[in-house]
């Protein structure tokens, strides 16, 4: 998020997870490019803003978790975690959407997995919303898919010199 050319264009909704700490779901452009964005923020008296801790979505990949996140239930039904699904990112690296357990609360992770010469595992590039937010944060997601797909979410055409 420190890179300059991320432009915020609208902001969708909160999840607040602390006093000091939400979720927030927004959409941004990057080179000409629009993503839907999950980033945690923080809200103390020495720092207020964007952490490391998110993820970005292509409109596609934007449509593809909205579909897994559909299909869960209101209340979660598995007592350990659950890998829901796995989406190429790019070269060596995939989002993974799972039901995670973590002191002793439910949530929805989404994190990256990076396999590449030098390492495999998971990244540090992820969030986690709590499970009893997964009816809002599908609504959040839900409304930046609408708001791509009405403003556009490609590259601007360049114009002929």
């Known amino acids: 998020m420190a890179d300059a050319s991320f432009a915020p264009l609208k902001e969708v909704g909160t999840v607040e997870l602390n006093a000091e700490s939400e979720i927030k779901f927004y959409v941004d452009e990057y080179k000409g490019f629009k993503y839907a964005s ?9 720092y207020t803003g964007p952490t490391k801790s998110g993820v970005t979505l292509n409109p596609n990949l934007l449509g593809e978790v909205i579909n897994v996140l559909s299909k869960l239930p209101a209340e979660p039904s598995a007592l350990q975690d659950q890998e829901l699904a796995r989406f190429p990112k790019k070269m060596g690296t995939e989002l993974v959407v799972r039901i995670t357990i ?24 992820g969030v986690r ?32 010199a």
Not at 38 to 46: A, D, Q, V
Not at 137 to 155: C, D, N, P, T, V
Request: charged content about 30%.
């Open 38 to 46: 999950i980033r945690t923020f923080l809200k103390r008296e020495g």
């Open 102 to 125: 973590y002191k002793d609360t439910t949530g929805v992770d989404f994190r990256e997995w990076i396999e590449d010469g030098s390492y495999k595992g998971w990244s540090k590039k």
């Open 129 to 160: 919303v709590p499970y009893k937010d997964l009816k809002a944060s599908l609504g959040y997601l839900k409304e930046m898919q609408a708001f791509l797909q009405s403003s556009g979410s490609s590259r601007p055409a360049k114009s002929a």
